[in-house]
């Protein structure tokens, strides 16, 4: 499972529908400097070319650096939640990390993460990351945080992303603490498995390296379109997460972020440009629309934002929408 300065890492890509960018992926997986990996690949009964794709890297991987790769098909589509409880099932690694179907990650990503988990002896480790467009890129970066309380308030105050991909996690933090995704929970799944994690770990440490690429190539994947059965899985999540932190060693310290960490959920409903999602923002987790202009964390641009909500100042909505979503984002940065 592991040697004492090369230990083993386990890396799960969940696959559904993805022959577009999957070989991306798979050839960043492919061009890392630490070779000491355990690939597992989840297709969710891709319908597409995916599958295929899988099994070219699969037999280049074997052929070129001798390395097997784990191939699990799901026979029917279960959703990201139980693809990536599928990979957590068959890992044997002493460390964990998660690549989406449409990302990619730096040569060294790996070597690094690994240098400064076994260096530290850190349970979690946290780094940058790109925001990755068709022509241009935006780096990303995440504040720092030195032990497990002060990465969690950041992300409940919102200030700092709570993406699965931004972690290297020790594998034993899933094993002791009996931590899974959420079945059919596929919404919000990110929030509560990183703050699960960080809030049963010991050390933790943040990496000053930009190492992940989240692509953002389509402009309309930014605008976030939330149906009834999404808002569904982010109430389960958000409340289950409550209920954890509540009950956890920072129970007392969580209690007062809980609201902020509502409000930083329900952003995405902002960042639209339709009436229907405003509506929406106001009714959900309405509880916490009154401390909007409190959490003095978050940019002022943000709390603009929200305040516009609140007060059904819907066209300022509207117009950043535009500015800056269509018109920063869509034409300036792409």
């Known amino acids: 499972m592991k040697s004492a300065s090369h230990p083993l890492v386990s890396i799960i890509v969940p696959v559904y529908n993805s022959q577009d960018t999957l070989m991306y992926t798979l050839d960043s997986i492919e061009k890392q400097s630490y070779s000491h990996l355990e690939i597992i690949v989840v297709d969710d009964s891709s319908t597409d070319a995916s599958l295929k794709l899988i099994e070219q890297f699969r037999v280049r991987m074997m052929n070129s650096l001798g390395i097997a790769i784990k191939v699990i098909v799901h026979e029917q589509n279960m959703g990201v939640t139980n693809a990536r409880n599928t990979g957590l099932d068959n890992a044997t690694g002493e460390f964990i990390y ?33 925001l990755t467009f068709s022509q241009n890129e935006r780096e990303m970066k995440q504040p720092q945080f030195s032990d497990p309380w002060q990465a969690l308030e950041r992300m409940m105050i919102g200030t700092m992303k709570w993406n699965v ?34 809030s049963c770990s010991n050390k933790v440490v943040y990496l000053d390296r930009t190492l992940y690429h989240y692509n953002q190539s389509n402009i309309n994947s930014m605008t976030k ?22 009950n956890s060693n920072f ?11 509502k409000l930083n959920i329900k952003l ?32 002022l641009r943000i709390r603009l934002l929200q305040w516009a909500a609140v007060h059904k100042k819907d066209w300022i909505i509207k117009l950043h929408y535009y500015l800056v979503i269509r018109l920063v984002y869509g034409v300036i940065y792409k």
Request: aromatic fraction near 12%; hydrophobic fraction near 40%.
């Open 165 to 198: 991909w931004m972690f290297l996690v020790r594998h034993e933090l899933y094993i002791n603490n009996k931590i899974r995704f959420i079945p059919n929970m596929n919404m919000g799944e990110d929030m509560i498995m990183t703050m699960k994690l960080f």
């Open 98 to 130: 998660h690549i989406d179907a449409d990302d990619w990650i730096e040569p060294d990503a790996i070597e690094l993460m690994v240098n400064e988990a076994v260096g530290t002896e850190a349970d979690i480790v946290g780094f940058n990351w790109w």
């Open 225 to 246: 379109t939330y149906s009834e059965k999404h808002i569904k899985e982010v109430t389960f999540n958000v409340e289950e997460l409550e209920r954890f932190l509540l």
């Open 268 to 299: 995405p409903l902002l960042i639209s440009n339709k009436n229907s999602q405003y509506d929406r923002w106001r009714s959900w987790f309405s509880e916490a629309n009154g401390e909007v202009t409190s959490n003095k964390n978050v940019s």
């Open 251 to 261: 129970g007392a310290k969580s209690k007062p972020l809980i609201n902020c960490l």
